[in-house]
């Protein structure tokens, strides 16, 4: 595909997404929160470096993955594979409000549970909660929040010898037959985690209410570097989103930066600053320019809309006055 038909631009029972498995996980919920993702064939995947591979290798058409989350930070796996591994490009993301709940097999009473099952991130977000409610009782790790949820649906021998609880989204005790005990146990109510889809190819047309990132890779470390990089956003008046290092993996104190700022690489202002940080720098990477997320998008979107083309207008009025040549 082109960049003029990106595969996130438009979707349906043809498309092919991977996503990190197995089913009930956050990044599912995130992708059903998406009409036309939710209409697509879903395939879950055992990892994320398998989602990747599947993207990669044009077994699926998008593979939709989480990048960040509000505690915990960037999900280094998946920017470390974007930058250095793979050349895929973000086609769109998607923000969640991640909310945990305790669930048991139906008629397991909360005084009684006795352990906990989840992935160690999921249980450490929810210490208060498990400090006030169950205390005393053990955890369990799995390998993930869904996965508890299905290995105690189950009646898995591992965790069926003792009354046991998973912290799951809700969409796995819908799955796996589990009844909700305690609704959004979590310690942040505020969580959030933000999701990409990716494809081999293609950036989506913009909209008005953009995102874009990029990996920047230094000529050499000097005084000033970072410096002269925000230097180029500054000048244009171009708002930066985020901002972070990572090592470049080949030396020690060698760093390349991650940046997310606003707007498209078909505006103007957006490609004179890629283009003058390409002649600069030793390497730029492209990652992608897409639909930023927000409950307030889509009215962006069209108020940006309507702006451009009343000035597209007011430019063709005034070109029609120009004396013929």
């Given at each position: 595909m082109g960049a003029d038909a990106s595969p996130g631009s438009s979707a349906g029972a043809n498309l092919r997404i991977a996503f990190l498995g197995p089913e009930g996980t956050f990044t599912e919920e995130a992708l059903l929160s998406q009409a036309d993702y939710a209409a697509a064939r879903l395939l879950p995947h055992d990892s994320l470096a398998e989602v990747l591979d599947a993207v990669g290798s044009g077994r699926v058409d998008l593979g939709?993955?989480?990048i960040e989350n509000a505690i915990e930070g960037t999900v280094r796996d998946i920017?470390?594979?974007?930058v250095f591994d793979v050349d895929l490009r973000i086609q769109r993301e998607v923000v969640l409000d991640v909310h945990l709940h305790l669930m048991a097999p139906h008629g397991t009473p909360l005084a009684a549970v006795e352990r906990v099952a989840s992935i160690p991130?999921?249980?450490?977000q929810c210490r208060k909660f498990l400090g006030e409610r169950l205390p005393g009782v053990s955890?369990?790790?799995t390998e993930s929040t869904a996965d508890a949820a299905r290995l105690l649906g189950a009646g898995d021998p591992s965790l069926a010898s003792r009354p046991t609880a998973a912290i799951a989204p809700r969409l796995a005790a819908e799955l796996y037959g589990l009844e909700i005990l305690a609704e959004s146990v979590e310690d942040h109510p505020d969580n959030q985690t933000r999701f990409v889809s990716l494809a081999r190819t293609g950036i989506p047309a913009p909209t008005g209410h953009d995102r874009t990132s990029i990996a920047c890779f230094q000529s050499a470390d000097h005084p000033g570097s970072l410096y002269a990089i925000l230097g180029h956003f500054a000048a244009r008046n171009i708002n930066l989103t985020k901002l972070e290092s990572r090592p470049t993996k080949q030396a020690l104190g060698d760093y390349c930066f991650i940046?997310?700022?606003e707007g498209h690489v078909a505006d103007a202002v957006v490609g004179d600053c890629l283009r003058d940080l390409r002649a600069e720098l030793a390497g730029v990477k492209f990652l992608g320019s897409y639909p930023a997320a927000g409950e307030a998008g889509e009215a962006i979107r069209e108020e940006a809309g309507a702006s451009s083309r009343a000035a597209g207008a007011w430019l063709d009025g005034l070109r029609a006055e120009v004396?013929?040549?």
């Open positions: 939709f993955v989480p920017i470390d594979s974007l991130v999921a249980t450490a955890t369990v790790a940046i997310d700022f004396a013929p040549g």
